[in-house]
């Protein structure tokens, strides 16, 4: 994972104003977020199926395609979303992602996360890793930067 967070020290970031609260550029597991709706790690909060536990219903499943949103703090007219990640019992195995498909929340009289009501718009992904274990992946969208431990089942 350092040489993760190294990488985060070297991306370019946004411009912030002085009330914004500066943000940590770390990597977080975001399968300890089970019971919780997202994560969040730099630019980025993620959400969706993050539960470890295979009994959970919201695990990410070896080979299969599971959801995950991805939501960087900055747009930009070109938005883009880049995600690389390693497997980290395994590091041959790797993983690569790209979208430009930018979703908004539905409007209505559903009940939407607090994370997704803050932001207009969110890259929604069917994301799939081959295999089971702890993977670290890398999200990235222009200068957002994000980097997650996720668990594989």
């Not at 990597?27 to 630019?43: K, T």
Request: hydrophobic fraction near 40%.
């Amino acid at each position: 994972m350092a040489w993760a967070e190294a990488e985060a020290a070297t991306y370019p970031r946004a411009p912030r104003s002085a009330v914004q609260r500066p943000l940590e550029r770390r990597c977080v597991d975001a399968y300890d977020a089970e019971g919780m709706f997202s994560v969040r790690s730099g630019e980025f909060t993620i959400g969706g199926d993050l539960g470890g536990s295979p009994y959970a219903g919201q695990a990410l499943r070896a080979g299969r395609k599971g959801k995950i949103w991805w939501q960087p703090d900055h747009g930009a007219p070109e938005m883009a979303l880049i995600v690389r990640g390693r497997s980290l019992s395994s590091p041959q195995d790797t993983i690569r992602f790209n979208s430009t498909n930018v979703a908004r929340p539905a409007r209505g009289n559903g009940v939407r996360p607090v994370a997704l009501e803050q932001r207009d718009y969110f890259f929604p992904s069917g994301i799939a890793i081959p295999r089971a274990g702890r993977w670290l992946v890398i999200a990235t969208s222009g200068t957002n930067w994000g980097c997650f431990i996720i668990r594989v089942v």
